[in-house]
């Protein structure tokens, strides 16, 4: 899958995602908890790239844009809480 992970925000809302053929396949949605936080709140990858890392490329983007913006983020999306929890090298950006 080479297609880019893209941000969109939307007042208190956000997604990063990726599309193919103009539909979404892969979306990690969050939404503003405060000026410089946000909480994840789901993640849904397509069946047919399950297996293949996407949900983690979503996860990567995130965070490389908490680091540029200095947000921390939280989440009570399953997928992300323990991926917070397996991965220090992305506990910079994790709320305390």
Known sequence: MNEAVRHERDG???AFFIERGGARVAEMTYRHAGEARIVIDHTEVDV???G???ARRLLDAAVA???QSNTQLS???SYVTTQFARDPSIADV???
């Open 75 to 77: 989440a009570t999306c």
């Open 48 to 50: 047919s790239l399950r």
């Open 65 to 67: 844009w908490a680091r």
């Open 12 to 14: 208190s809302r956000g």
């Open 94 to 96: 994790l709320g305390k």
């Open 52 to 54: 293949q890392g996407v």
